[in-house]
């Protein structure tokens, strides 16, 4: 029997007015997980409604009152594991070990945001006026779009709205079609039961097809003072767009195509597992997945061996075995995507290593290319499946202008022994993030995440995530009269 579940606006699941619903299928099976509430335009202003309601209250709630929300939060989350496992195997084709690290993950988000809420914030300045006191303040904005996408989607839920709730503003949270419970009903759950007040965390699900007019009706609301976007590069686009077009700061993750870098003083056997993990944890459905794993040619021969042995080995299939590493992608019509990207890149001249060929439903093989040109589509779009090109390099130029060569700049690895010869590799690579001695898929609470380029702005993390949903305002305090011209 499939969950049923309703949009949840100022504190009470409700259907949508409309009555509709859209179905949330199991990649795996195909078949239907869940029937939750598909919104329209009036359920969007209904949200609103409600967070811009609430905002007054719980802006003006006492820190510690905020952030003993969070940490109860993230206790409960962390409790939740076995739960979580199933949603996500359910939702998003999700193994167990990824669905573990998403709660581990997503539980300290919601600590750092703890912290973040009573962490000293503001300057005191130098002020003209003799006698007066100036101040830079953090104020929250108002009420917040945000926008969590199906891949991590415990993390990236938590993400979407964690930050801007601990800034004190609150928010309306449209999940991801593909998995709307983990994204976003989940994580509203837990923050409730930890004490969320009502209205202060709405959530909005709908149908696909209603997607792009329940974002823009919801951007365009005049009380929505920023927006939150995690996502691809081409949706991203359309979101700043509507975010500029009504004059609203926006924090935007999007697309990578990332690099991982193994110079001539790596250790191989260690670049090919920290290289396997960067490409196929999660079926390379992370936007920090390596899809261009960049090899000197001194070590081509024997990592490209080892590399693909191990790659071949891996076991793949049901999300719900305990073993499978490459698990279905988000939709079959995702590994057919995957596989016409691989075909086109063979048509062109390019060589499977291993695997290739037909995906069995969501489910496409781990794929490992060389001699990809650049006229195939592979070599500039990001993959997300489990697929990754291998290209030798004979200097450390080549490797940075290959690894530079893409409009994306999200993060890059580098593999080496020598620590000083990664960074200044490291410092020429146009990122947002770089990793030295370790692989291109990372993620800490309290580190500022963000892309450059068609990656996006802005950062997510610690105080970075607090100063992107919060105003600095300047306030001055007169401790004597002045004196004025006339």
Not at 68 to 94: P, S
Not at 385 to 393: D, K, L, Q, R
Not at 418 to 433: C, D, F, M, P, Y
Not at 441 to 457: N, T
Request: proline share 6%; net charge negative.
């Amino acid at each position: 029997m499939p969950l049923t579940r309703e949009l949840l606006i100022g504190g009470k699941h409700v259907p949508a007015a409309s009555g509709r619903t859209t179905e949330d299928i199991n990649p795996y099976t195909g078949e239907v997980y869940a029937t939750v509430a598909a919104a329209g335009p009036q359920d969007v202003t209904r949200a609103v409604d409600a967070a811009d309601a609430a905002f007054p209250e719980w802006a003006a709630l006492a820190p510690f009152a905020r952030r003993a929300i969070f940490l109860k939060a993230a206790d409960l989350l962390d409790a939740r594991g076995e739960q979580v496992a199933e949603i996500m195997a359910h939702e998003a084709g999700g193994t167990r070990p990824w669905a573990y690290f998403n709660v581990a993950l997503a539980a300290n988000i919601l600590r750092e945001a703890a912290a973040a809420i009573t962490a000293p914030r503001g300057e005191v300045l130098s002020a003209q006026e003799a006698g007066t006191l100036g101040l830079a303040v953090r104020e929250p904005l108002g009420v917040v779009a945000a926008f969590a996408p199906w891949n991590a989607p415990v993390i990236l839920g938590v993400r979407a709205v964690a930050a801007p709730l601990a800034a004190g503003n609150t928010v309306v949270v449209k999940p991801s079609e593909d998995a709307p419970i983990a994204c976003a009903l989940l994580v509203a759950d837990v923050l409730r039961e930890a004490g969320l007040p009502d209205g202060v965390l709405n959530v909005v699900t709908n149908a696909p097809q209603d997607a792009a007019e329940i974002a823009e009706v919801l951007i365009a609301d005049p009380r929505v003072r920023a927006v939150n976007f995690t996502g691809s590069t081409g949706v991203g686009r359309i979101i700043g767009t509507h975010a500029a077009t009504h004059l609203k700061p926006a924090v935007l993750e999007l697309g990578g195509k990332n690099a991982v870098i193994v110079l001539d003083d790596a250790d191989v056997d260690y670049a090919v597992d920290a290289v396997t993990f960067s490409v196929f944890m999660n079926s390379g459905q992370i936007c920090m997945s390596g899809d261009r794993i960049l090899v000197h040619e001194a070590l081509a021969k024997e990592f490209t061996r080892k590399f693909t042995a191990k790659v071949a080995s891996l076991p793949a299939g049901d999300p719900a075995h305990p073993h499978t590493v490459v698990g279905p992608l988000v939709a079959a019509s995702a590994a057919r995507r995957v596989a016409a990207l691989v075909k086109d890149a063979v048509a062109r001249g390019a060589t499977v290593l291993t695997g290739g060929g037909e995906p069995e439903g969501a489910v496409h093989p781990a794929t490992v290319l060389t001699d990809v040109p650049k006229d195939a589509d592979l070599y500039y779009a990001e993959a997300f499946g489990p697929v990754c090109v291998i290209e030798a390099f004979a200097d450390d130029d080549t490797a940075v202008a290959v690894a530079n060569d893409t409009d994306n700049g999200l993060t890059c690895g580098i593999i080496t022994e020598n620590a000083t010869h990664g960074l200044a590799v490291g410092r020429r690579v146009r990122t947002g993030i770089v990793h030295i001695n370790d692989q291109s898929v990372a993620d800490e609470p309290h580190a500022p995440f963000g892309g450059v380029k068609a990656s996006g702005y802005g950062r997510f993390g610690g105080r970075w995530g607090i100063e992107a949903f919060s105003n600095t305002r300047w306030v001055t305090i007169a401790t004597q009269q002045a004196h004025y011209p006339f």
